[in-house]
């Protein structure tokens, strides 16, 4: 099996192609085989799981993800990997790749259509660019067991961030309404080449399998949430007048002191059973009118 982390190898094999680093495509490869066979042993993949792998590069996770799972199915955007993959995972019976934009496919019909009877998970090494973008697609799919991904440290933080925090955001309380979060480790910059400015980190997303907060309409609860942290240093009766025009300031306030807060309380403090108890009272009113 090809070490493409080791970069005496990495190296004349990118040559060989004439392989030339994109920035636009956010493209770093690993140089230190610990991380794809740890993010990958951790991860939990076994034989009876199928994975599917969002931009494969070379290859360093996809090594790791085949010699455990049951089936990997790799989407790499980057036809000039093609000929580069073939050498360095061409090896493995178990791995199909798909060439497109993940983005623009259907993920639930294609995991049932490629991995079937195996536990579904997710895995990726994502573009600094992307991962917002594709990390909420993989959690509204609502069809993987767990998903892994290595993203920015400062976004690890954010994803698994508590009420409260500094790190806290909307972008915390949707990761953790489909999923919960776990900071696995932290990847410096001197793993990759070319080496990013900032360091990595790895954080696993347990699915939830049920949601234990009643939300009448999910629609009206991340609206709120958004409407919260787009004023994240005023109080909640602020953002939620701001977010929802039809309740007005007083509304806002009655609707804040209906779900038992105080009225100077600030959104950026709120879980999300706090957030469900504002969202579920905006609904009632709005059905009582």
């Not at 090809?2 to 636009?24: I, T």
């Not at 049951?70 to 798909?98: H, M, S, W, Y």
């Not at 953790?176 to 790895?202: D, G, R």
Request: aromatic share 8%.
């Amino acid at each position: 099996m090809w070490d493409v982390c080791d970069v005496q190898v990495m190296k004349p094999l990118l040559a060989e192609h004439g392989f030339h680093f994109s920035k636009a495509k956010g493209q770093n490869f690993l140089t230190a085989a610990w991380v794809p066979a740890a993010m990958a042993e951790d991860s939990g993949i076994d034989g009876h799981t199928g994975v599917l792998e969002i931009g494969p590069g070379i290859g360093p996770l996809t090594q790791q993800l085949c010699l455990r799972a049951g089936k990997v199915c790799a989407i790499e955007v980057d036809r000039r990997l093609e000929p580069i993959l073939r050498q360095t995972v061409g090896e493995f019976d178990n791995l199909e790749i798909l060439w497109g934009d993940a983005l623009k496919m259907d993920i639930p019909a294609l995991v049932r259509e490629k991995l079937p009877g195996l536990r579904p998970a997710a895995c990726a090494n994502l573009p600094y660019y992307i991962t917002s973008p594709v990390l909420t697609a993989l959690l509204q799919a609502e069809c993987f067991d767990c998903v892994t991904v290595m993203v920015q440290k400062e976004v690890a933080q954010r994803i698994a961030a508590a009420p409260g925090s500094a790190e806290y955001s909307a972008f915390s309380v949707f990761c953790q309404y489909y999923a919960e979060p776990e900071m696995l480790f932290e990847v410096p910059a001197h793993c990759f080449l070319p080496q990013p400015k900032v360091t990595s980190a790895v954080v696993m997303l347990r699915v939830r399998r049920e949601r234990p907060w009643p939300i009448q309409e999910e629609a009206v609860f991340f609206r709120a949430v958004r409407a919260s942290f787009a004023m994240r240093r005023k109080k909640l009766s602020n953002g939620l007048a701001s977010g929802f025009p039809e309740l007005g300031k007083q509304g806002a306030a009655e609707v804040i002191a209906a779900g038992g807060f105080g009225e100077n309380v600030r959104g950026e403090t709120l879980g999300i059973p706090e957030f469900a108890a504002i969202a579920n009272e905006i609904c009632r009113r709005r059905d009582t009118q």
